[in-house]
């Protein structure tokens, strides 16, 4: 609890892309104004799409005014001392330093909405969702519809030229829904080369062997 007696939290939400993770943290950021709170917005300078780099949009059209960040340290140094909320949108594109930046301001009493994709287009974790995960009081997973099956969606499907993108493919690839869908597990598929299935099964051995 901060000296002022205001108690902070660490609020992630979390899930797979279409999920409506930036329209719940637009929901949040609305309602605060609503309550007079101060608040600041933070978005990675990384996502363009939709309304540009100096908003936050959901993919329904709603938009909200944010400051494009590169870094956590960007958001450390532009964090106004009397702000009751901040939010950080798309935060899987931030650096490791996330996670104690959205500590010490919780410290602070401030309230930290945090909005990010959990899994990569091959299914592993993204970036520092996971450490901020294990320091949030609040989660929130939300899922899509697998756009194959009806199904509840858990993984982001990266296409190229509509078909799936292989597994070598960079990380990092902003885009919508010309580039991505939101799938199930069982309809989820990434491609990987002879290569990359010879590496898998060593890394399990190993994995197992101690």
């Known amino acids: 609890m901060a000296p002022d007696g205001r108690e902070g939290t660490i609020e ?31 978005k990675s300078h990384l996502d363009d799409r939709y309304s540009g780099i100096h908003a936050i949009s959901s ?37 490791v330093g996330i996670v104690d930046v959205a500590n010490r301001l ?34 929130d997973k939300l899922h899509a519809i697998c756009v194959v099956c009806g199904e509840l969606a858990t993984r982001n499907q990266r296409l190229i030229d509509g078909r799936p993108a292989p597994a070598e493919g960079p990380t990092i690839q902003v885009g919508g829904s010309e580039s991505y869908e939101a799938r199930c597990r069982r309809c989820h598929e990434v491609p990987t080369s002879g290569d990359d299935q010879i590496r898998l099964i060593d890394e399990v051995r190993f994995q197992l062997e101690g």
């Open 12 to 42: 992630v939400i979390t899930g797979v892309m279409f999920s409506g993770k930036s329209e719940e943290l637009l929901r949040r950021v609305r309602r605060a104004l609503i309550a007079r709170r101060s608040v600041q917005v933070f």
């Open 59 to 95: 993919h329904d059209g709603r938009r909200v005014e944010a400051r494009p960040v590169s870094s956590s340290l960007e958001i450390a140094e532009h964090v106004d001392p009397e702000v009751e909320v901040v939010a950080i949108d798309e935060v899987q594109f931030l650096d």
């Open 106 to 139: 919780a410290d602070r009493g401030i309230r930290v909405i945090i909005s990010g994709t959990d899994m990569d287009f091959r299914g592993e974790p993204f970036g520092h969702i996971g450490p901020l995960l294990a320091v949030a009081e609040r989660i």
